[in-house]
């Protein structure tokens, strides 16, 4: 194999492991309004409060990573279902620009939060994972990387299926289709509003741990999320199937703008992608297409 070459398929392998991170981030997006209808701009400062409880735990109380992760995901979780029950089901019937808002203002004071009590400086997590290089043949493999695949490619069919089989799933499915419809038979509305949000942000959490295993942890690292946010309006909002593709796509281009055309045309490169996608096909890739009626 030629250096180019080699080259070529180091930076395409850091770029798909990047975009398995930016898939389950983007499941978090797409839980949520999948049941609910809310894009929650938060979904950003929840992945970086879940690298702080992380770091809380393993590094603050000295807790073993495999007792410190579980307590993380769960504490995401804890703060998604204090939102829901006490920021979103108030605002339940406002228009929707109003909820986005509130999501938006949300996420300002997380970050407001974690400043306050960890400080503005960033700081590296604990290590818990194996720093043994992985070699396919020729290429080299970062063993962070190939974990954050690896987990990707565990989750995302793991929710396909939750979705498809599983009696939650099935409400969540019923409920984003037809709220209404949901109520009359049955379904428990605004617990499947709950379950939305706790799933959401704890998976959003998880995938905090994962980025700031990486690349560390610091009040800035929500703006990983607005990549995430490129990928689930591309890959369509109510669509996991989309979350998956995209964030390999999106990933796939920043690594190769970033490298080849210079890191300043990361963003630039997939705020394109953005707009061409929602000139070809507003509802996304995968995503559902509404038509109204007037």
Not at 31 to 53: C, D, F, H
Not at 192 to 212: Q, Y
Request: proline residues 4%; glycine residues 14%.
């Amino acid at each position: 194999m030629s250096d180019e070459l080699l080259f070529f398929t180091e930076v395409s392998l850091a770029g798909l492991g990047s975009g398995a991170l930016l898939s389950i981030t983007a499941l978090a997006f797409v839980l949520i309004y999948k049941a609910t209808r809310v894009i929650n701009l938060a979904v950003s400062e929840i992945l970086m409060l879940g690298g702080y409880l992380f770091f809380a735990a393993a590094a603050g109380f000295g807790l073993p990573a495999w007792i410190a992760i579980p307590l993380a995901i769960i504490g995401g979780g804890i703060v998604g279902a204090i939102v829901e029950r006490g920021v979103i089901r108030p605002m339940l019937g406002e228009s929707a620009i109003s909820v986005f808002m509130v999501t938006v203002g949300l996420g300002s004071v997380l970050v407001g939060l974690a400043e306050l009590t960890w400080g503005t400086d960033p700081r590296t997590l604990p290590e818990f994972m194996s720093n043994t290089p992985i070699f396919l043949g020729d290429v080299y493999l970062s063993p962070k990387i190939a974990i954050a695949m690896a987990v990707a490619a565990v989750v995302v069919p793991l929710f396909l299926l939750l979705f498809r089989f599983w009696r939650g799933g099935v409400a969540l499915r019923a409920t984003a289709t037809d709220q209404a419809a949901a109520y009359s038979c049955g379904i428990n509305v605004p617990g499947v509003f709950s379950l939305a949000w706790i799933i959401g942000c704890a998976t959003a959490a998880g995938a905090g741990i994962l980025l700031g295993a990486i690349g560390g942890i610091s009040p800035a690292m929500g703006v990983f999320g607005l990549s995430a946010l490129v990928v689930v309006i591309v890959g369509g909002l109510d669509s996991v199937a989309g979350a998956l593709i995209g964030g390999l796509v999106i990933g796939l281009v920043e690594a190769l703008a970033g490298t080849y055309l210079g890191g300043e045309f990361k963003m630039v490169t997939t705020f394109g992608i953005l707009i061409v996608a929602l000139m070809i096909r507003p509802y996304g890739l995968f995503g559902t297409t509404e038509i109204e009626r007037l």
